[in-house]
């Protein structure tokens, strides 16, 4: 009987990256000759128009009504955007890459546009502790807790928090515009914040890092899972962008005990947000929070995350917290979907823009035995290795490691074997360094 392997893979990198740009305060009022702005679209996606109440899918052309993205590359190419109230586009509990909307004309959100990471997993009394709590589309998953003999994990990301030494220590939470918080232990024990990445340019774009799972709550085999990061979403136009609704990418909050008691989760951090166009105002929401976490021994909370605001006239009247502003700069298009991706698992060669359909599996396998996966990365520097996280349908989730990226930083490769049981599985896949 075959089972199926479904592959959707996230190919998410950290690079540092040296700017010297001229950063702007925001100020409003009526330009006599206003400068002028390319987003980089080219209108091919025509209108994204959604004025019916009710929560779509965005990533299910089924929910959207057509096919988005056909070449899987995350820059969506529209000529104008509304987001009528009532809207909402789900972009929650995804694996995929960060979004880029681009329009030739003007983009009103009066909806909500939702990139929240998941809260942790509850223990449920054993039953499902072991759950990772998925991101926002961009960001990173949480760590999943401990469980019976298998120890804590730290969550995903390059600001993931770490796990505390202690065994019955809550996780610490994840770091994005600073250091995490730290997972708290018996006898005023703190440690395991993620560390701070990323800068204020949003360059790259990057989601939010995912809190660490808790450990083993004292004489109970169990802890209580991490939470998400949340996702990442740039959103440029050639016109303007009015935000009277809601644009939110907050980490998810770290479980604690169903019984309120020790080794809660860390808290996921907050995602990213830019916007760019020559006018950019409205009295919305522009969210970025991080992710808490509570209970006798809790675990950190998540750092909030970065918003970034470029346009010639600013006049947004909503809370924009800590968020940068500036003229607008260069849009930056990713240059890749998936700077790291499996190509093969065992002789079955993966899409290269997989849908991670729950009805259409990707890749179908025989066999339920150690297998190989093959992995291809570009842009990433040689001797990383590659972390992946499979998600299973009804078991705990497995993390491994691949051999360290051989090749040239254009091109390298790398493998790693894991056994693959019957049903469903979902893998992450994610190369993290230190440039």
């Not at 809660?264 to 995602?271: L, M, T, Y």
Request: aromatic content about 6%; glycine content about 22%; hydrophobic content about 35%.
């Amino acid at each position: 009987m075959p089972y199926r392997y479904k592959a959707i893979m996230q190919g998410v990198t950290h690079a540092g990256l040296s700017l010297a740009l001229a950063l702007c305060l925001p100020w409003s009022g009526v330009a006599t000759a206003q400068p002028a702005f390319n987003s980089g679209s080219d209108g091919s996606e025509g209108a994204l128009t959604i004025t019916t109440p009710g929560t779509y899918q965005f990533f299910d052309p089924a929910s959207m009504g057509r096919q988005l993205d056909p070449d899987g590359d995350g820059v969506y190419h529209f000529t104008t955007i509304t987001i009528a109230s009532g809207v909402t586009i789900d972009m929650t509990r995804s694996l995929h890459g960060p979004v880029v909307w681009l329009a030739t004309g003007a983009v009103q959100i009066n909806g909500l546009i939702d990139l929240n990471g998941s809260n942790g997993h509850p223990d449920g009394n054993g039953q499902s502790n072991a759950v990772v709590a998925m991101p926002g589309a961009g960001g990173f998953a949480g760590g999943p807790a401990a469980r019976f003999n298998t120890p804590a994990q730290a969550g995903g990301g390059p600001g993931g928090g770490q796990v505390h030494s202690v065994v019955t220590g809550g996780g610490g939470g994840a770091g994005h515009v600073g250091p995490g918080g730290n997972g708290a232990a018996g006898g005023g024990v703190l440690e395991g914040s993620g560390r701070a990445y990323g800068n204020a340019f949003l360059l790259p774009l990057l989601g939010g890092s995912g809190g660490a799972g808790g450990g083993h709550n004292g004489g109970s085999l169990y802890g209580a899972g991490g939470g998400a990061g949340g996702g990442a979403i740039l959103i440029a136009s050639s016109d303007r962008i009015l935000v009277d609704g809601t644009i939110r990418t907050n980490g998810g909050g770290g479980h604690v005990l169903f019984n309120g008691g020790a080794s809660g989760g860390g808290g996921g951090s907050g995602g990213s947000i830019r916007l760019i166009a020559p006018i950019v105002s409205g009295g919305g929401t522009l969210s970025v929070n991080g992710g808490s976490s509570n209970g006798s021994l809790p675990g950190g909370a998540g750092s909030p995350g970065r918003l970034r605001v470029e346009a010639f006239q600013i006049g947004l009247t909503g809370p924009t917290g800590s968020a940068t502003f500036a003229t607008p700069g260069v849009v930056f298009l990713p240059s890749s979907r998936q700077p790291v991706r499996i190509v093969r698992i065992g002789d079955v060669l993966v899409p290269e823009n997989p849908t991670g359909s729950l009805s259409n599996a990707d890749v179908v396998l025989e066999a339920n035995t150690p297998t190989t996966l093959e992995i291809a990365a570009r842009g990433v520097p040689p001797g990383t290795v590659v972390r992946i996280t499979v998600l299973f349908d009804f078991t705990e989730a497995l993390t491994f490691n691949s051999t360290p990226l051989s090749g040239t930083l254009a091109s390298s490769t790398a493998t790693a074997v894991v056994t693959i049981p019957h049903g469903f599985s979902q893998f992450l896949v994610e190369a993290n360094w230190t440039p």
